[in-house]
């Protein structure tokens, strides 16, 4: 089984318009990357300063825009991320697995017992 490297690129950009950073990316890396371009609009990215693998650099372009991207074939899809999961003060199930806010713990002896 051969073990696959990322390649690594030197990148050193300013912080610049998340469209313009992509675009660069794309250049620097030769994969296409889509984007509608309403979604880039007013977001920027973060300076870029280092080696990072494509995904590497994806990852700490959108960290904190509300975007992810995904690959599909040789080539690269930004897209807004789904909303994040707001439990407030209800619980999550999973399976047959309850998780409970910390500061709502049900009394009731039939809940089951925490997580240790």
């Known amino acids: ?3 696959h490297t990322p390649s690594l690129f030197r990148i050193s ?7 313009c950073a992509l675009t660069a990316l794309s250049t620097h890396t030769g994969l296409a990357i ?6 880039l609009r ?3 990215a973060p300076a ?3 080696d990072y693998s494509t995904e590497q650099a994806l ?3 959108l960290q904190g825009s509300g975007l992810q991207w995904r690959r599909t074939g040789n080539s690269i899809v930004v897209e807004p991320a789904p909303p994040a999961l707001e439990l407030g003060n209800n619980p999550l199930a999973l399976s047959d697995t309850l998780v409970w806010p910390p500061a709502v713990r049900p009394a009731s002896p039939r809940s089951p017992a925490p997580c240790r």
């Open 48 to 50: 870029l300063r280092g």
């Open 59 to 61: 990852d700490t372009l």
């Open 1 to 3: 089984m051969t073990r």
């Open 13 to 19: 950009a300013l912080a610049v318009a998340l469209s």
């Open 34 to 39: 889509g984007v509608d371009a309403a979604l």
């Open 42 to 44: 007013g977001r920027s």
